[in-house]
C-alpha cells in the first residue's frame, strides 16, 4: 500500500539544544565547516547515513543522544559559540553597509536556486550561479530578497539503465523535511498569494522562507487546499510540463513573486525593494506586475513604465535563441485579455512588450520573454564579456540604426562562491585567503608564498578523495543496473590516485559536446592507456528529460566507459548535483570545457576548479575568453571558420588531443628529483593568484552593486519622488520625442581646418546643420563618430565627440560646430549623427531612435569626399 500523504515529524530538541535548530533553520552552514563539524558531532553515524543533511539528521538521531548532547557541557559550549557566531554574522555592519546611495533591498528573482544539496531547487548553471549570489550578498551584506518557486518533485534524480541509457526519478520533497518555514500572517494563518487565470480560475500559492545566510529566499507553491489538481501541480517540477504549465508556473514566479515581496515585506518590516533584478525571461512578467500596481495607483501605462524601467536589471543568461522562452501569442492574449484582462492594463500594449522586433528571425505569432524583459529593463547585461558581444548582436533588432557595439547590452562575468566550493584542505592552506570578499587586488600574492610540497600534498589528498568516492558511486550505479557484487571486484582498483585526472561535468545539451572527447576512440584509449602518462577522466551530466539527443551523448560515454579495457580509466558518474560537482572541481587536476564556441555564456565550473588549484584545458569561450592568459591553462583551438560541424569537432577533437599528450600529460608527469611536478605547480600558483581575484562571487556582486543595481536606484528614486512627477514628465517627452523624430534630419556636413594633406595630429573643424523638426536642441545630441573604416566605409569601434549647438534659425534648423582630432594613421572616416538626449536616460540607444546624413560625410585614405 501507498500512502495517500507524505510528512516530515521533526524532533523536539531538549531547551538546552534549542540554538542547534536555529543552526540548521539558517543555510549558512552549507558554506561554514565549522558549523558543520558541530553536526557531525551530534551522531557521527547518523550524520553520515542522512549524507550531510541537518535537517534529515534532526530526524534521524534519537532522542537518547540528544539527552545525552543537552547535558554535555563542552558539546554546549561549542553549540553557544556556533549560535553566537551566527548572530554576529546576521547583525554586524559589512561592505554594503558602508555605500552611500545604495538601494535600501533588491528583489532578485530566478526560477531556481542551487544552495545546498538538501534544498534540491535546481538544474544546473542558472540555479547554482543564482545560489552563490545570494550567498555572496549574505557574506557581503548586500539586502537582497531572493524569489523562486519550491518544486515539490524538484528537478530530477539520474540513474542509469543497463544499457546506459539515462533514467530521471522524481522524488517527493517535503517542505517540512526542508531548511524551510511558513510565512504566516500576524493571527498565524499561512499567506496566500493569488493570481487569477482564464476561466474564472484562482490559483492560489503559500510562501516558503528559506533563510540564505543574511539573505530571506521567498519560494512559491502551489499544492495548497484551495487550487484544483492542476492548479496543484504549478510548481511540481523545474522545468516540466508543456507551454500552459511553463507559462503559469512563469506567471507565479513574476506576478506572485512580486506580491510574495509585498506580503513578506508588510508582515516582517522588511524595506520594499527600490531595485528589481531578472534573471532570464522566465520571472519577466513581474515587471507587468509593478505597471498593474502603478496604474492603478492613478499612473498612465507610459508613466508606469518608465517607473518600473528605471529600477530594473535584466540579466539573459544564454548565447542561443533556443534558450530564450517563446509562448505562442494568443495564449498570453487568453491570459491578460477578455474577462481575465486587468482593468488598467490593455492586453495589446501587454503584447506590444514581447513582440519581437524587425528582422530576419521575426515571428510575428510569438511572445518573446527575453525581448519583454529587456524592454521593461533600463539595465541589461550578460555573464561575460564574450557573451556580451554575442548578446548585443542577437537582440540588435531592439535598438535598429545603432551599431552593435552601441547596443546598451553590457556584461558582469560570472562568480563562484568561494567557501562553497574551494576544498576544506585548501582553503585552510591559503589561510583564508580564497574567503577574501571585497579586497580583490590585495592578499593573493600571498599565494606565491605557499609551499610547493603542501600544495602538492593537498592536492593529492583531494584526488585521493575523489577516487574513493567515484569507486562507491561506481559501485552503487553498477548494482542499479543489475551488476552483482561478484562481478565488481574490479571497481576497487577503478582510477588511481596518482593518475593525471580530468574532471567533465555540464548539463548535456548538445553543444556542449559531451561526447567530443569520442571523435577518435582509438586515440583516447592510447592516452588514458599510455604506460607512462596515463590519464583518467571523471565524467557527470543530466540531459533534460525530453532530450533525446542528450541522452544518446550520455548513453555513447557509459558504453565505452563499459569497455573492459579503459573502464578504470574512465568513468561516468550519474546524478550530477551539487555534492557530486564539489567533489569533482576539487579533485580533479584539470577541468576540460569543450563547448561550441560562442555558445557558452560563462561557464562557472572551471572557476570552481581553479580555486582548488585546478588547471583549465578549455576552448576559449565564456569566462575563459576573457581570462586565459596563456600560462593559467591550456586553451583548445577553435576552428571557428569551419562550416561543417562534423569537420569542425574532427579538427578541435585532434586539437584537444595533441594538447593533452604534448603538453599537460607531460607536464604533469615531468617530476623534479624530489618528485614534484615543478613546472606544474608553477602554472597552479599563477592560477591561483591570478585568477583567485576575478572569479570570486563577491567580485561579481561588487560590480553588480556599483555598475547596476545603486544606478538603477537613483534612477528609480528619481522617478519614483513628488508622487511620480519626472516619470510623468519623462514619459511625455519620450512620447514626444519619438512622434516628432521622423522630422529630424542631419541636411548638411562641412569639414575645414586639415588641408589638402591630412597629417596625424591635425584637427578636423566640423560644421553641421541638424532640421529639428517640431523638437528643440535640448532634445537631441548632435554627435560626430569618427575612426578607422573598413572596407566599405564602415566606421570600426568608433570615438565620439559631441558637437556643440551654435545657433537656431527660424525654420527649426540649428547648426552645430565641433573639433575631431585626427589621432590615427591610415584609412579615416568620420560621420554626424542625431540621438535623443534626456538627463534621465541611460543609454544614448535607449528609444532605438538615431538620425544619420542619407549620404556618407567623411574622410577616407586622408582624402576628403
Known amino acids: ?99 552611500d546611495g545604495a538601494p535600501a533591498a533588491i528583489g532578485y528573482f530566478s526560477p531556481e536556486y542551487g544552495i545546498a544539496a538538501a534544498l534540491p531547487q535546481y538544474s544546473g548553471g542558472l540555479g547554482i550561479l543564482a545560489g ?76 516558503w522562507v528559506a533563510q540564505v545566510g543574511r539573505v530571506p529566499l521567498l519560494l512559491l507553491d502551489s499544492d495548497v487546499a484551495e487550487n484544483d489538481a492542476a492548479a496543484r501541480d504549478v510548481t511540481d517540477r523545474l522545468y516540466g510540463g508543456g507551454g500552459d504549465h511553463r507559462l503559469v508556473q512563469e506567471l507565479l514566479l513574476g506576478i506572485g513573486g512580486v506580491r510574495a515581496i509585498r506580503a513578506y515585506c508588510r508582515i516582517t518590516g522588511h524595506p520594499e ?36 524601467r528605471a529600477g530594473t536589471v535584466f540579466t539573459t543568461h544564454t548565447p542561443v535563441p533556443a534558450g530564450i522562452d517563446r509562448f505562442p501569442i494568443d495564449m498570453i492574449a487568453r491570459q491578460f485579455g477578455g474577462s481575465n484582462a486587468w482593468p488598467t492594463v490593455a492586453v495589446d500594449r501587454i503584447l506590444e512588450l514581447g513582440a519581437e522586433p524587425d528582422g530576419p528571425d521575426k515571428d510575428p505569432s510569438v511572445f518573446n520573454m527575453a525581448v519583454m524583459g529587456m524592454r521593461l529593463a533600463q539595465r541589461v547585461n550578460g555573464v561575460s564579456e564574450l557573451h556580451g558581444r554575442v548578446s548585443r548582436e542577437m537582440f540588435q533588432g531592439l535598438w535598429p540604426g545603432f551599431d552593435v557595439d552601441e547596443v546598451p547590452i553590457g556584461s558582469i562575468t560570472n562568480g563562484v562562491h568561494a567557501p562553497t566550493w574551494v576544498g576544506r584542505e585548501m582553503m585552510e592552506l591559503a589561510g583564508g585567503e580564497l574567503s577574501s570578499m571585497i579586497d580583490m587586488a ?24 575523489l577516487v574513493e568516492e567515484a569507486r562507491e558511486r561506481m559501485k552503487r550505479s553498477w548494482r542499479q543496473r543489475g551488476a552483482s557484487d561478484a562481478e565488481l571486484t574490479w571497481v576497487d582498483e577503478a582510477l588511481d590516485p596518482d593518475v593525471l585526472t580530468i574532471g567533465f561535468a555540464r548539463r548535456v545539451p548538445s553543444y556542449k559536446r559531451l561526447t567530443l572527447m569520442l571523435s577518435d576512440p582509438d586515440r583516447l584509449r592510447r592516452l588514458l592507456l599510455d604506460p607512462d602518462k596515463p590519464v583518467q577522466i571523471v565524467i557527470a551530466g543530466k540531459a533534460h528529460p525530453a532530450d533525446e539527443g542528450g541522452k ?3 548513453q555513447q560515454i557509459v558504453r565505452f566507459a563499459d569497455s573492459e579495457d579503459v573502464r578504470h580509466r574512465i568513468v561516468f558518474l550519474p546524478d550530477y ?59 583548445i583551438p577553435t576552428a571557428d571558420g569551419v562550416d561543417d560541424p562534423g569537420r569542425r569537432d574532427e579538427l578541435e577533437a585532434n586539437a584537444l588531443y595533441d594538447l593533452i599528450e604534448r603538453e599537460v600529460a607531460d607536464r604533469f608527469y615531468d617530476r623534479a628529483p624530489d618528485g614534484l611536478p615543478r613546472r606544474w605547480l608553477e602554472m597552479v600558483r ?55 523624430w521622423p522630422g529630424v534630419r542631419v541636411e548638411h556636413v562641412e569639414a575645414t581646418g586639415i588641408g589638402d594633406t591630412p597629417e596625424l595630429g591635425a584637427r578636423l573643424e566640423l560644421r553641421a546643420t541638424i532640421a529639428l523638426g517640431d523638437l528643440s536642441p535640448e532634445d537631441l545630441q548632435v554627435q560626430a563618430a569618427y575612426g578607422r573604416v573598413g572596407a566599405q566605409d564602415e566606421l570600426i569601434a568608433p570615438s565620439h565627440v559631441t558637437l556643440k549647438a551654435d545657433s537656431v534659425d527660424d525654420d527649426g534648423r540649428a547648426h552645430y560646430t565641433g573639433v575631431v582630432p585626427l589621432d590615427r594613421t591610415g584609412a579615416f572616416g568620420y560621420t554626424v549623427r542625431a540621438v535623443p538626449s534626456h538627463p534621465l ?3 544614448p540607444a535607449e528609444l532605438g531612435l538615431i538620425a544619420v546624413p542619407e549620404e556618407p560625410v567623411g574622410m577616407t585614405n586622408g582624402t576628403l569626399r
Open 1 to 99: 500500500m501507498r500512502a495517500i500523504r507524505r510528512f516530515t515529524v521533526r524532533t523536539v530538541l531538549p531547551p538546552q539544544l534549542a540554538p542547534l535548530g536555529e543552526l540548521v533553520q539558517n543555510l549558512r552552514w552549507s558554506w561554514h565547516p565549522e558549523t558543520m563539524d558541530l553536526f557531525a558531532e551530534v551522531d557521527p553515524e547518523v550524520w553520515e547515513r542522512v549524507d550531510h543533511d541537518p535537517v534529515a539528521l534532526l530526524g534521524a538521531v534519537e532522542a537518547e543522544r540528544l539527552r545525552e548532547l543537552a547535558q554535555d557541557r563542552r558539546f554546549l559550549r561549542r553549540l553557544a559559540d556556533a549560535a553566537d557566531d551566527l548572530r554576529e554574522y546576521m547583525t554586524a555592519p559589512r561592505w554594503y553597509q558602508s555605500l
Open 132 to 207: 552563490d549570489h545570494l550567498k555572496a550578498a549574505s557574506d557581503l551584506g548586500v539586502p537582497i530578497l531572493g524569489v523562486g518557486l519550491l518544486y515539490r518533485h524538484g528537478y530530477f534524480t539520474q540513474s542509469l539503465s543497463p544499457e546506459g541509457w539515462q533514467l530521471e526519478h522524481y522524488p517527493s520533497l517535503d517542505p517540512g523535511g526542508l531548511p524551510l518555514t511558513l510565512l504566516k500572517e500576524e493571527d498565524g494563518s499561512p499567506a496566500r498569494i493569488r493570481i487569477n487565470l482564464p476561466g474564472a480560475r484562482t490559483l492560489h500559492a503559500q510562501v
Open 273 to 308: 525593494p527600490e531595485v528589481f533584478h531578472t534573471n532570464e525571461g522566465h520571472a519577466g512578467f513581474l515587471g507587468l506586475e509593478r505597471i498593474r500596481e502603478l496604474t492603478e495607483a492613478r499612473l498612465s501605462f507610459e508613466e508606469a513604465l518608465e517607473a518600473v
Open 442 to 465: 590585495q592578499g593573493w600574492d600571498s599565494v606565491q608564498k605557499l609551499s610547493e610540497a603542501d600544495i602538492w600534498r593537498i592536492r593529492g589528498q583531494l584526488r585521493t578523495r
Open 552 to 554: 544518446k551523448f550520455i
Open 577 to 635: 548535483d551539487m555534492a557530486l560537482g564539489r567533489l569533482m572541481v576539487t579533485g580533479s587536476d584539470v577541468w576540460m570545457n569543450n563547448p561550441l564556441r560562442p555558445l557558452e555564456a560563462c561557464g562557472t565550473s572551471g572557476m570552481k576548479a581553479a580555486l582548488n588549484g585546478g588547471l583549465n584545458l578549455s576552448i576559449r569561450d565564456g569566462w575563459w575568453d576573457e581570462w586565459y592568459d596563456g600560462n593559467n591553462g591550456w586553451a
Open 686 to 740: 599563477h592560477t591561483l593568484s591570478s585568477l583567485g581575484p576575478k572569479v570570486l562571487a563577491g567580485r561579481m556582486l561588487h560590480d553588480y552593486v556599483v555598475q547596476l543595481y545603486t544606478p538603477a536606484a537613483g534612477s528609480a528614486r528619481a522617478l519614483v519622488g513628488d508622487g511620480y512627477e519626472n516619470a510623468k514628465l519623462f514619459a511625455a517627452w519620450k512620447l514626444r520625442v519619438a512622434r516628432a
Open 841 to 843: 536616460m541611460a543609454s
